[in-house]
Nanobody, 124 residues
Framework: QVQLVESGGGLVQAGGSLRLSCAAS????????MGWFRQAPGKEREFVAV????????HYADSVKGRFTISRDNAKNTVYLQMNSLKPEDTAVYYC?????????????????WGQGTQVTVSS
């Protein structure tokens, strides 16, 4: 069993920044690829970013590339999402997920564990 808890969401103005955190339970954090997904009302949960177990490989959705940065600190069992140049279309509930798959890991079906989500609202 893995428990994930997101934090750091909030209300920001367009062009602003937020840093999301996802804290994981247990001692096996480094055995999981960690991903960030987001879901807006009435829309399907979509991939945002993923980071490999060692942190050496990252992938981003085209919509956030160049603006968002995913990172992890395995000693702290925490993954981060630094979000810069935020746009109103970034408004969504952001979820942290853990997967033991390797590869691109961009699909929600690949993730066995999810956090409760944290709301990010970007005003224009």
């Amino acid at each position: 069993q893995v428990q994930l808890v997101e934090s750091g969401g909030g209300l920001v103005q367009a062009g602003g920044s937020l840093r999301l955190s996802c804290a994981a339970s247990g001692r096996t954090f480094s055995s999981y690829r960690m991903g960030w997904f987001r879901q807006a009302p009435g829309k399907e949960r979509e991939f945002v970013a993923v980071i490999s177990r060692s942190g050496g490989v990252t992938h981003y959705a085209d919509s956030v590339k160049g603006r968002f940065t995913i990172s992890r600190d395995n000693a702290k069992n925490t993954v981060y999402l630094q979000m810069n140049s935020l746009k109103p279309e970034d408004t969504a509930v952001y979820y942290c997920g853990a997967t033991q798959y390797t590869g691109t890991t961009m699909g929600t079906y690949e993730y066995a564990y999810w956090g409760q989500g944290t709301q990010v609202t970007v005003s224009s």
